[in-house]
């Protein structure tokens, strides 16, 4: 099945990132494990995607290992 461009976003200051397909928000993930539960309620047949290896979802700013919290975040030496 083809699936519109799926991305996790860039971490915000608490760590969480958002989570598009298209033009849609599905929601908002502060864990991997939140991210395959967002894709699984938006229908995507993760029997097909690998959510950590996919070439359909795109990962910005880091990976699905990369999840820091305020104090590991590279801009919250300036806040």
Same mark, same amino acid.
């Given at each position: 099945?083809?699936? +519109?461009?799926?991305?996790? =976003? /860039?971490? %915000?200051?608490? @760590?969480?990132? $958002?989570? /598009?397909m !298209? *033009?849609? /928000?599905? !929601? #908002? %993930?502060? =864990?991997l494990?939140?991210?395959?539960?967002?894709? $699984?309620?938006a229908?995507? *047949?993760?029997?097909? #995607? &690998?959510? &950590? &290896?996919?070439?359909? #979802?795109?990962?910005?700013?880091?990976? +699905? *290992? *990369?999840? +820091? @919290?305020? /104090?590991? =975040? +590279?801009?919250? %030496? @300036? %806040?």
């Amino acid at each position: 099945m083809d699936y +519109p461009s799926i991305v996790v =976003h /860039t971490p %915000a200051l608490d @760590g969480s990132r $958002r989570v /598009t397909m !298209g *033009d849609e /928000t599905l !929601g #908002i %993930a502060y =864990h991997l494990d939140d991210v395959v539960e967002i894709l $699984r309620r938006a229908c995507v *047949d993760l029997d097909e #995607i &690998e959510v &950590e &290896e996919s070439d359909v #979802i795109e990962w910005q700013g880091g990976g +699905p *290992d *990369d999840w +820091p @919290g305020l /104090t590991e =975040h +590279p801009d919250a %030496a @300036g %806040a």
